[in-house]
């Protein structure tokens, strides 16, 4: 099956720094969305996003497809960023076919006061 | 709009016991999931429906069955619960736009 590998694992900063995470996957997807997992638990939809780019608020996020790699940015962090930020993806497979998302392992964040 | 709605929140099981996870969505979406999150680790696919009436393995299907009762509900049984089972599941949904979007999770114990 397709493979999704995020990076970096952990990463620390302090607030009001700016983050890259990334985002890549082995083969072609058709469907492509990040999560922020809070401290409780619950997933949130970030962004749904197969292909282009997209803002929302201090958060952006580019895809290039073609590439087979996506880039979450987070512009002037704040504590309430903090949790895990989750990346999948849906491959289709050539019969038509295609099953639910493929989660990579995450990354980690801690945005210290 | 509630989304995706999971019940129970928690649940303590002996080995052995059965359960049933419900899960109901009131997106009209087509497409239903189960998948579970154990520490460290991204979420793993157990078993999918793509349709009503329809269900289909995932990664990590066994000792798990599943139900789609209508096009709102998809259940999760456990029908002889194992240590190995020990988990937070999650029950999503997807429509035509392809989103998917996850209920608030289910934290199981078996002891």
């Known amino acids: 099956g397709i493979q999704v590998e995020q990076s970096p694992p952990d990463l620390i900063l302090q607030e009001g720094a700016n983050s890259t995470l990334r985002c890549n996957f082995s083969?072609?997807?058709?469907?492509l969305q990040w999560f922020h997992q809070n401290p409780w638990g619950q997933l949130i939809n970030l962004f749904y996003?197969?292909?282009g780019t997209k803002q929302n608020g201090r958060l952006s996020a580019t895809t290039v497809a073609t590439e087979r790699y996506s880039l979450l940015y987070i512009s002037s962090s704040q504590t309430t960023d903090s949790g895990v930020y989750f990346c999948?993806?849906?491959?289709?497979?050539?019969?038509?076919?295609?099953?639910?998302?493929?989660f990579g392992k995450g990354t980690h964040l801690i945005i210290q006061p | 709009n509630a989304g995706v709605t999971q019940t129970p929140k928690f649940q303590v099981l002996k080995t052995g016991q059965s359960m049933t996870l419900q899960c109901a969505q009131d997106?009209?979406?087509?497409?239903m999931y189960w998948y579970r999150q154990d520490p460290g680790m991204g979420l793993r696919l157990i078993y999918y429906?793509?349709?009503?009436?329809?269900?289909d393995k995932g990664e990590v299907p066994n000792g798990y069955n599943v139900s789609r009762l209508n096009k709102r509900e998809f259940s999760l049984r456990l029908e002889s619960a194992a240590p190995s089972q020990t988990s937070v599941y999650f029950c999503?949904?997807?429509?035509?736009?392809?989103?998917?979007?996850f209920g608030q999770g289910t934290r199981l114990t078996v002891v």
């Open positions: 999503a949904s997807s429509g035509a736009g392809g989103e998917a979007f």
């Open positions: 083969d072609s997807v058709n469907n």
């Open positions: 996003i197969p292909s």
């Open positions: 999948a993806v849906v491959h289709m497979y050539s019969g038509g076919g295609a099953d639910g998302l493929t």
């Open positions: 997106m009209n979406h087509n497409s």
């Open positions: 429906s793509a349709s009503e009436g329809t269900t």
